[in-house]
Nanobody, 115 residues
Framework: QVQLVESGGGLVQPGGSLRVSCVVSGNISVMKAMGWYRQAPGKERELVAIIISDGRTNYVDSVMGRFTISRDIVKNVLYLQMNSLKPEDTAVYYC?????????WGQGTQVTVSS
């Protein structure tokens, strides 16, 4: 069973940047796709960024041009660099598989964008 441990969240002002990380207890280089998800209060969890096994990436429109997903296949760590943050980006951020296979959700990491 793959375990997922997210970290790096915090409080940031609008317009600021933050990088969150996800340590994966498995070989992410062989995983079909990995993604970053977020869940805001009172809303359903949504997929915001995906990285496919060949390195291609894709994003939901609301974060396109501001967020960048990347991975370190040696350390088995997934990253999400978030720039130009907005209050509506406030949520708990999670990582997990994004092409059918998923594992138990980690605890997530809270990102709060507020002045």
């Amino acid at each position: 069973q793959v375990q997922l441990v997210e970290s790096g969240g915090g409080l940031v002002q609008p317009g600021g940047s933050l990088r969150v990380s996800c340590v994966v207890s498995g070989n992410i280089s062989v995983m079909k796709a990995m993604g970053w998800y977020r869940q805001a209060p009172g809303k359903e969890r949504e997929l915001v960024a995906i990285i496919i096994s060949d390195g291609r990436t894709n994003y939901v429109d609301s974060v396109m041009g501001r967020f960048t997903i990347s991975r370190d296949i040696v350390k088995n760590v997934l990253y999400l660099q978030m720039n130009s943050l907005k209050p509506e980006d406030t949520a708990v951020y999670y990582c997990n598989g994004a092409a059918g296979t998923q594992w138990d959700w980690g605890q997530g990491t809270q990102v709060t964008v507020s002045s």
